[in-house]
């Protein structure tokens, strides 16, 4: 791992490695490889599918090679045919070329308005990228994009006030944003299919759901469990989503969602949503 990096991006390195499995696993490409930003420059630090130790501690500078544009512009960059692309400069042909990667492709991962780093996935014959094939790098880049935002929030409040011993409160926008993060986040868990990742995500998720806690509320303790359903549905509730809104976002039948609802409520003993969410929170099943 690169010089300079804090203690708290040892979890960012390995879901950036989770991110460059996936790629391999999850799309057309046979070679993926990855870094996270630190100053003006992608550190390469996960590899999966090389042929050959050439990518090994490639460090991409800001707008060089395929990457750097991409980190500087922020979108998505291609090369075809990397070896003769114009489009780009060459700081990197003994890395990428030494692989014997043909076609490059390269996604940045958005945390806000922020390139945190660079996920690329390659193949060693020219080979064509449409929507079918670009599709499941951009989901694996936002999926990478909510973990490390979540995990830069965590990191904040972890480190806001380290040696204080009293509950701090939480502003009321904070305490807003974390709960459509946490709703967004469990939107995306939906969908996801990996067992290991959504297993990652929900311990994620519980961790957010307890540093959103407040407390100058007293606690509460159900004997009930809800179904990951339901608690997609009231999360998504909770930030005053409608039911066709909510149906919309969960990719459900609207009746789908007031059948979670009512069985939610039901659980909790609650006359309204607006009920059933506050009590979820006072028990740390949401945020």
């Known amino acids: 791992m690169p010089a300079g990096r804090r203690d708290g991006e040892v979890g960012d390195v390995h879901a950036l490695d989770h991110a460059v499995a996936e790629l391999v ?4 490409f046979p070679v993926a490889f990855g870094g996270l930003a630190l100053g003006d420059a992608i550190h390469v630090t996960s590899i999966h599918g090389a042929r050959t130790r ?6 991409v500078q800001a707008s060089r090679g395929l990457g750097g544009r991409a980190l500087v512009e922020k979108r998505p960059r291609l090369a075809l045919d990397y070896g003769s692309s114009r489009s780009i400069t060459h700081d990197y042909d003994r890395a990428v070329l030494g692989e ?3 076609t490059l492709f390269a996604v940045p991962v958005m945390v806000g308005d922020r390139a945190r780093g660079v996920i690329y996935c390659g193949s060693w014959a020219e ?15 936002e999926e990478l994009s909510s973990e490390l935002r979540i995990r830069d929030e965590v990191q904040r409040r972890l480190t806001l006030s ?10 009321a926008a904070t305490r807003e944003e974390l709960r459509e993060t946490y709703a967004e986040l469990r939107s995306i868990a939906a969908v996801v299919d990996d067992p290991a990742l959504r297993a990652r995500l929900d311990r994620l998720e519980r961790r957010l759901a307890a540093l959103s806690q407040d407390a100058s509320e ?6 009930v469990r809800l179904s990951p359903r339901e608690i997609d549905v009231l999360s998504c509730a909770a930030l005053g989503a409608t039911n066709a809104e909510i149906a919309a976002t969960l990719e459900l039948k609207e009746g789908t969602v007031k059948s979670y609802l009512q069985s939610a409520m039901a659980k909790l003993d609650a006359s309204t949503r607006h009920a059933a969410v506050v009590t979820a929170r006072r028990a740390g099943l949401l945020p």
């Open 25 to 28: 696993r999850r799309t057309r």
């Open 54 to 59: 050439a990518l090994e501690g490639l460090v």
């Open 100 to 102: 014997g990667i043909a």
């Open 127 to 141: 080979s064509p990228v449409g929507d079918v094939v670009a599709r499941p790098a951009f989901a694996i880049a």
């Open 162 to 171: 380290p040696q204080r011993t009293e509950p701090i409160a939480m502003p």
């Open 218 to 223: 007293p606690s509460l303790e159900l004997d």
